[in-house]
């Protein structure tokens, strides 16, 4: 199995940068499907972007398309998700995933960090 370890979360203001980082262990990320999903309080959680196994599909979600990018360095065994122009309704807590099912990949992936929390101030 794969461990996932998020890092790159913080504190900015509207309109900045981030980009979150999510280091896999166990096994190569190549071997997987990837995504972002994060949960804001008192929502639930939602799918943020994802990338397939082979790296060539990728999806984003209406309300981050256009200012985030997934990726991944399968020589780093990192996932990445570079967040531009935040916004406040970005605020949430942010989770990488895992799962070698493309379904399960974007519905109930079998792999999760442990979060990185994200707040955007306006």
């Known amino acids: 199995q794969v461990q996932l370890v998020e890092s790159g979360g913080g504190l900015v203001q509207t309109g900045a940068s981030l980009r979150l980082s999510c280091a896999a262990s166990?096994?190569?990320?190549?071997?997987?499907?990837v995504a972002w999903f994060r949960q804001a309080p008192g929502k639930e959680r939602e799918l943020v972007a994802y990338?397939?196994?082979?790296?060539?599909?990728?999806y984003y979600a209406d309300f981050v398309k256009g200012r985030f990018t997934i990726s991944r360095d399968n020589a780093k065994n990192t996932v990445y998700l570079q967040m531009n122009s935040l916004k406040p309704e970005d605020t949430a807590v942010y989770y990488c995933?895992?799962?070698?099912?493309?379904?399960?990949?974007?519905?109930?992936?079998?792999?999760w960090g442990q979060g990185t929390q994200v707040t955007v101030s306006s």
């Open positions: 990338n397939s196994l082979s790296g060539t599909n990728t």
């Open positions: 166990g096994r190569t990320i190549s071997s997987y499907n």
């Open positions: 995933t895992a799962d070698a099912m493309v379904t399960a990949a974007t519905t109930r992936p079998r792999y």
